[in-house]
Nanobody, 121 residues
Protein backbone atom coordinates (compact mmCIF):
# COMPACT_ATOMS: atom_id res chain seq x y z
CA UNK A 1 0.00 0.00 0.00
CA UNK A 2 1.36 3.39 -0.99
CA UNK A 3 0.10 6.60 0.53
CA UNK A 4 1.15 9.91 -0.96
CA UNK A 5 0.76 13.26 0.74
CA UNK A 6 1.39 16.54 -1.03
CA UNK A 7 2.27 19.79 0.67
CA UNK A 8 3.52 23.25 -0.19
CA UNK A 9 0.67 24.61 -2.27
CA UNK A 10 -0.70 28.08 -1.78
CA UNK A 11 -1.29 31.45 -3.37
CA UNK A 12 1.45 33.45 -5.03
CA UNK A 13 1.72 36.37 -7.39
CA UNK A 14 2.88 35.94 -10.97
CA UNK A 15 6.65 35.49 -11.34
CA UNK A 16 6.80 34.05 -7.83
CA UNK A 17 8.01 30.61 -6.77
CA UNK A 18 6.58 27.67 -4.89
CA UNK A 19 7.95 24.33 -3.83
CA UNK A 20 5.67 21.32 -3.64
CA UNK A 21 6.67 18.21 -1.74
CA UNK A 22 5.36 14.68 -1.97
CA UNK A 23 5.90 12.35 0.96
CA UNK A 24 5.12 8.70 0.46
CA UNK A 25 4.90 5.64 2.62
CA UNK A 26 5.94 2.63 0.61
CA UNK A 27 8.45 3.11 -2.15
CA UNK A 28 7.75 3.08 -5.85
CA UNK A 29 10.37 3.66 -8.48
CA UNK A 30 8.58 6.18 -10.68
CA UNK A 31 7.13 9.39 -9.31
CA UNK A 32 5.43 12.24 -11.08
CA UNK A 33 3.55 15.46 -10.64
CA UNK A 34 0.33 16.17 -12.49
CA UNK A 35 -2.01 19.13 -12.42
CA UNK A 36 -5.66 19.62 -13.15
CA UNK A 37 -7.95 22.55 -13.71
CA UNK A 38 -11.69 21.98 -13.27
CA UNK A 39 -13.26 20.86 -16.53
CA UNK A 40 -9.96 19.85 -18.09
CA UNK A 41 -7.96 16.64 -18.24
CA UNK A 42 -5.19 16.00 -15.79
CA UNK A 43 -1.88 17.13 -17.28
CA UNK A 44 1.50 15.54 -16.61
CA UNK A 45 4.05 18.09 -15.44
CA UNK A 46 7.21 16.26 -14.40
CA UNK A 47 8.52 12.76 -13.76
CA UNK A 48 11.44 11.23 -11.91
CA UNK A 49 12.94 7.77 -11.85
CA UNK A 50 14.00 7.34 -8.23
CA UNK A 51 16.52 4.62 -9.07
CA UNK A 52 18.36 6.24 -11.98
CA UNK A 53 17.67 9.85 -11.04
CA UNK A 54 16.45 10.54 -14.56
CA UNK A 55 13.85 13.26 -14.93
CA UNK A 56 11.47 14.53 -17.56
CA UNK A 57 9.62 17.83 -17.51
CA UNK A 58 6.76 18.79 -19.81
CA UNK A 59 7.57 21.31 -22.52
CA UNK A 60 4.95 23.68 -21.17
CA UNK A 61 6.94 24.20 -17.95
CA UNK A 62 10.38 23.04 -18.97
CA UNK A 63 12.35 26.19 -18.24
CA UNK A 64 10.51 26.99 -15.04
CA UNK A 65 9.82 23.74 -13.14
CA UNK A 66 12.30 21.28 -11.69
CA UNK A 67 11.68 17.87 -10.14
CA UNK A 68 14.12 16.22 -7.77
CA UNK A 69 14.38 13.89 -4.83
CA UNK A 70 15.14 15.37 -1.44
CA UNK A 71 16.92 12.48 0.19
CA UNK A 72 17.16 14.16 3.56
CA UNK A 73 13.39 14.59 3.73
CA UNK A 74 12.60 11.48 1.69
CA UNK A 75 10.30 13.49 -0.53
CA UNK A 76 9.92 14.25 -4.22
CA UNK A 77 9.95 17.97 -4.82
CA UNK A 78 8.49 20.04 -7.62
CA UNK A 79 10.17 23.43 -7.58
CA UNK A 80 8.29 26.03 -9.59
CA UNK A 81 9.76 29.36 -10.65
CA UNK A 82 8.37 32.25 -12.70
CA UNK A 83 4.83 31.11 -12.02
CA UNK A 84 2.08 32.28 -14.34
CA UNK A 85 -1.68 32.55 -13.78
CA UNK A 86 -2.12 29.62 -16.17
CA UNK A 87 -0.19 27.45 -13.72
CA UNK A 88 -3.14 27.72 -11.35
CA UNK A 89 -4.39 24.17 -10.73
CA UNK A 90 -4.66 21.35 -8.25
CA UNK A 91 -1.31 19.58 -8.24
CA UNK A 92 -1.13 15.85 -7.62
CA UNK A 93 1.71 13.52 -6.80
CA UNK A 94 1.61 10.06 -8.38
CA UNK A 95 3.64 6.86 -8.11
CA UNK A 96 4.06 3.64 -10.00
CA UNK A 97 6.35 0.64 -10.07
CA UNK A 98 6.66 0.83 -13.83
CA UNK A 99 5.71 3.30 -16.55
CA UNK A 100 6.21 3.56 -20.29
CA UNK A 101 4.68 6.93 -21.04
CA UNK A 102 6.02 8.91 -18.11
CA UNK A 103 3.43 11.69 -18.18
CA UNK A 104 0.33 9.62 -18.92
CA UNK A 105 -1.90 9.53 -15.87
CA UNK A 106 -3.19 6.03 -16.56
CA UNK A 107 0.32 4.68 -15.99
CA UNK A 108 0.26 5.64 -12.32
CA UNK A 109 -1.45 3.46 -9.75
CA UNK A 110 -1.08 5.63 -6.67
CA UNK A 111 -2.20 9.19 -6.16
CA UNK A 112 -2.20 11.80 -3.46
CA UNK A 113 -5.13 14.04 -2.59
CA UNK A 114 -3.64 17.09 -4.24
CA UNK A 115 -2.52 20.54 -3.20
CA UNK A 116 -3.90 23.75 -4.67
CA UNK A 117 -1.66 26.27 -6.40
CA UNK A 118 -3.14 29.66 -7.23
CA UNK A 119 -1.17 32.27 -9.17
CA UNK A 120 -2.57 35.77 -9.39
CA UNK A 121 -1.63 38.35 -11.99
Amino acid sequence: QVQLVESGGGSVQAEGSLRLSCAGSGSRRFMAWFRQVPGKEREGVAHIDIVSGGTYVADSVKDRFTIFRDNAQNTVVLHMDSLKPEDTAMYYCAASEWVRDVLRQSEYAYWGQGTQVTVSS
